[in-house]
């Protein structure tokens, strides 16, 4: 089929021609001598990315959820208590990881569609005066609702009640994409995976550890092997990894971390809300609202659209891609059907938005949904023009 299918599912995202062409590569030993001289580098770039000097960055042959896995292994026993908010289904998916390794999980249960609750987790910090919680867990970006927390204001509410317990943020869809600041945050654990912001496949998990984290290694009961941070410490000293590392994602990831370097965090930021933004106005103008209830939350990669009641969002998922040729991402869990997702995050510029927005429109008018046709994509065609840089035109003469 000519042209490219449409990938605006929040991941994986769409793979830039750079980055497949450095994982277009013979395969490598990578226990040759000079492999080093490939990886240090690598190692010390991807901590500008998490925005920390102190901590380290890791990285593991698995999806972000061995990420998870590998933050609450290295750093917890069997019996600690963690406190999470549970307000979608990456943060629930996380909390019944964190159940199924033995740890006591303290749920906070927030209505799908807001955020991190901040005074109900200071609340619960504050009565908590024999430090029972070890750990704090929050999702950064839940991706099943679009919706965006204040992990600056989590490290505000630990501070506040001079709470130790660690602050271990999943950062799978928001971090290359979404402002992340590690140690200015202070958080402890950083989860990210390869195929969301950082524009690669699927197979890498990225995860930065704080001093404070890698020092509750020493203590941390619970059983690891594949995961263990003191494995990849001894190896990663000089170069090297504990078993074979997926050396062409390697490649690739080498290639994501110069582009986004190139283009510089702040402005892959701004790129993000700008992008993200330009949907929202779509969305406003169809006369649809976003999964995510007050702005504060709005996600600038991921947008959940709720469906009007009688439709159901998977109908135009499913006519989307027949029709049109554009993954978009389904409801998930407990708002299955209700909403459709649009992904904006990664690879993507203004023509790719509109792109998605028209398809969208043209989906949801064929399932009945009574939208306007064009008024979505008009609405961010005039906020695109209205916010582009301004050009000097030469004046026929
Ligand atoms: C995608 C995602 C995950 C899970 O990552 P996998 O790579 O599918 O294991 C975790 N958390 C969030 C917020 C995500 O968006």
């Not at 912001?197 to 619970?222: D, E, N, Q, R």
């Not at 998922?317 to 869990?333: D, F, N, P, T």
Request: hydrophobic share 45%; charged share 20%; net charge neutral.
């Amino acid at each position: 089929m000519p042209g490219f299918h449409g990938l605006f599912i929040p991941g994986p995202t769409n793979l830039p021609f750079d980055v497949r062409q450095a994982m277009d590569v013979p395969l490598e030993d990578h226990r040759a001598p000079d492999f080093p001289t490939f990886t240090l580098p690598l190692f010390r770039d991807l901590k500008q990315i998490f925005k920390t000097e102190k901590g380290q960055v890791f990285l593991f042959p698995a999806s972000g959820t061995g990420g998870w896995e590998a933050a609450i292994t290295n750093t917890l026993s069997p019996g600690d208590r963690v406190l999470i908010a549970v307000f979608g289904q990456f943060s629930h998916l996380w909390a019944d990881l964190c159940q199924r390794h033995g740890l006591v999980v303290d749920k906070l249960d927030v209505e799908w569609g807001e955020g991190f609750p901040l005074d109900k987790c200071a609340e619960r910090l504050a009565a908590d005066k024999e430090h029972k919680i070890k750990a704090v867990l929050v999702c950064h970006n839940e991706t099943a609702t679009g919706v965006t927390s204040d992990v600056a204001g989590v490290r505000k509410a630990l501070d506040a009640a001079s709470h130790p317990a660690l602050l271990m943020v999943d950062g799978v869809s928001s971090i290359a994409s979404i402002d992340f600041r590690m140690d200015e945050w202070g958080v402890d654990l950083a989860v990210a995976g390869s195929q969301k912001g950082f524009m690669l496949p699927a197979g890498l998990a990225i995860v930065g550890a704080s001093p404070k984290a890698l020092a509750a290694g020493k203590t941390a009961k619970c059983p690891r092997c594949f995961f263990d941070f003191a494995d990849m410490i001894r190896t990663n000293k000089d170069g090297y990894f504990p078993y074979t590392p997926a050396t062409t994602l390697l490649r690739g990831l080498r290639a994501s971390v110069d582009s986004l370097l190139a283009e510089g965090l702040d402005n892959v930021v701004a790129r993000h809300h700008r992008l993200a933004e330009a949907v929202r106005r779509g969305v406003t103008a169809w006369g649809l609202t976003l999964c995510a209830k007050e702005p504060k939350w709005y996600s600038d990669t991921v947008s959940a659209i709720v469906v009007p009641k009688n439709f159901n969002g998977d109908d135009v998922i499913k006519v989307a891609y027949h029709r049109y040729r554009l993954s978009l991402g389904a409801g998930l869990s407990k708002v299955a059907g209700r909403v459709f997702r649009i992904g904006h995050l990664g690879h993507i510029n203004e023509i790719m938005v509109l792109q998605a927005l028209a398809g969208c429109e043209m989906a949801m008018r064929d399932v009945g949904v009574p939208v306007e046709a064009g008024s979505g994509v008009a609405a961010a065609e005039e906020y695109i023009r209205s916010t582009a840089p301004k050009l000097k035109l030469g004046k026929v003469a």
